[in-house]
């Protein structure tokens, strides 16, 4: 499977401010996700990260809070806006539809970012 | 909703015996299904899939089975060793539309 990396790992932020999150994939792939897991709790879809095009969000997402990027097959970003402590969770990142690979539907996630809004 | 449950928060084995998850879902139309580990700061990793046209997957040391009738799946775990010790979710989609409905998760305790 892909090698997926995000960045930063952790962080610690402040009411108002804004955090850009990013993920790398070592291998191109055809789709990419973002997820919010709050703690203690399972995983819920943010949005669908398209490449060259506006994300599609799901219900209680929207683009002013959650700003996707997807420059490309191998990248994308995920910006918490105007961040508040309710928005202290563990946000991940997941690829499907690798090269060559048998399964487009297997989804493979990055090791997350734990944000902690103070 | 769609949903897709557990049916026990907490599982605790003791090492070497044989560890059962289990997860029920309730879109009929599902045909796909993944079971993740997740341990503690780290993401979900995948385990083992199956597809609506088996019952039973094997791997290394784990087994999914699928019961289509009842809209049930389960990851049986051989000989549970204390690095099986994590949060188990279940994931079930609709082949094509990515759009996974994951369970609440269980955490599998391995006593020593």
């Known amino acids: 499977s892909a090698v997926i990396s995000q960045k930063p790992s952790r962080d610690i932020c402040q009411r108002g401010t804004s955090l850009t999150i990013q993920c790398q994939v070592d291998?191109?792939?055809?789709?990419m996700f973002w997820y919010r897991q709050q703690p203690g709790q399972s995983l819920t879809l943010i949005a669908t990260?398209?490449?060259?095009?506006?994300?599609?969000?799901e219900s209680g997402f929207v683009i002013d809070k959650f700003p996707i990027s997807r420059p490309n097959l191998t990248f994308s970003t995920l910006t918490v806006s105007n961040m508040s402590p309710e928005d202290s969770s563990i946000y991940l990142c997941?690829?499907?539809?690798?090269?060559?690979?048998?399964?487009?539907?297997?989804?493979?996630f990055g090791p997350g970012t734990r944000l902690t809004v103070l | 909703g769609e949903s897709v449950g557990l049916h026990l928060p907490t599982l605790s084995v003791q090492e070497g015996d044989n560890s059962i998850i289990n997860c029920a879902y309730s879109?009929?139309?599902?045909?796909?299904f993944i079971w993740y580990k997740q341990e503690s700061g780290k993401g979900p990793q995948f385990i083992i899939d199956?597809?609506?046209?088996?019952d039973k997957r094997q791997g290394q040391r784990v087994t999914v089975l699928l019961n289509k009738t009842v809209k049930h799946l389960s990851l049986q775990i051989a000989a549970t060793q204390p690095g099986d010790s994590a949060v188990y979710f279940c994931?079930?989609?609709?082949?094509?539309?990515?759009?996974?409905?994951f369970g609440t998760g269980t955490r599998l305790k391995v006593l020593a």
């Open positions: 879109n009929s139309a599902s045909d796909y």
């Open positions: 994931a079930g989609t609709i082949s094509g539309t990515y759009k996974y409905i």
């Open positions: 997941s690829v499907a539809g690798q090269f060559l690979s048998t399964s487009t539907d297997t989804q493979y």
């Open positions: 291998s191109q792939v055809t789709m």
């Open positions: 199956i597809r609506s046209n088996m």
């Open positions: 990260a398209n490449q060259g095009s506006e994300a599609t969000y």
